[in-house]
């Protein structure tokens, strides 16, 4: 199933071999190059995922502050 995804995000076959391959669950390998290279900020934001920088800089500083 990790194989899988890693490809429909476009990832060589190569890399996604070294990536299927891992022991680690998903919050370890989240942390891994290959998988930063298909999950990036645009596709993160186009599933709906909430960018928590965004959200701490507005819990932080407030509701007016610009990012």
């Known amino acids: 199933m990790r194989r899988r995804h890693l490809i429909a995000l476009g990832i060589w076959k190569n890399e996604v071999k070294l990536a299927s391959r891992s022991r680690k669950g998903y919050w370890r390998m ?38």
């Open 30 to 67: 989240a942390g891994n190059s290959i998988v930063q290279k298909g999950l990036t900020n645009q596709w993160l934001e186009e599933q709906g995922v909430p960018n928590m920088r965004n959200q701490w800089i507005i819990l932080h500083y407030g509701p007016k502050f610009r990012v």
